[in-house]
């Protein structure tokens, strides 16, 4: 028989950077769940992308016990990487901050393909190319359906 589910906690952890410090103490330990159980599990977990933020959905069971799913770093911390800047522009439709080509949004979107509510890679290059405008990067190039 399935466990009931209590609920869900949604975090952002770097990777294999989590510690029962805030964010993670404060939100796991009011739900009861072992702090240190789920640290030690997630670290061993995401050691191959150590200091990456990571999304991380740990549902919760009625009998304490958890679950957690690792996701993918968020497209905005992907664009910034590709573009090797530190932050976005403060006012992005004024100021650009960096850019990208068309071939780094669809290694992204590819990326982040099971995170995102798309079924085509192109829609899915479309949104990353969204977030990378609302964060004042210039997407260069033709795009690869425009031909």
């Keep these: ?3 009931e589910i209590e609920g ?30 789920f640290c030690k599990r997630f670290n061993a977990k995401t050691q191959d992308t150590p200091g990456k933020l990571l999304p991380v959905l740990i ?8 679950d957690f799913v690792v996701k ?8 910034l990487e590709a573009a090797k800047i530190q932050k976005g522009s403060a006012e992005s439709n004024r100021k650009k901050s960096g850019s990208v080509t068309w071939a780094q949004v669809e290694e ?3 990326n982040k393909m099971p995170d995102l509510n798309a079924f085509t890679l192109e829609s899915a290059m479309k949104m990353v190319a969204g977030t990378a405008r609302s964060m004042g990067l210039t997407v260069t190039g033709a795009a690869p359906w425009a031909n």
């Excluded at 549902?59 to 958890?66: E, H, I, M």
């Excluded at 993918?72 to 664009?79: E, G, M, N, R, V």
């Design 1 to 3: 028989m399935a466990k």
């Design 8 to 37: 869900y906690v949604k975090l952002q952890v770097k990777g294999g950077q989590a510690n029962p410090a805030p964010p993670v103490g404060p939100a796991l330990g009011s739900k009861g769940i072992n702090i240190m159980e």
């Design 59 to 66: 549902t919760l069971y009625k009998d304490k016990s958890f």
């Design 72 to 79: 993918s770093p968020p497209a905005s911390i992907q664009l």
């Design 108 to 110: 992204i979107a590819k």
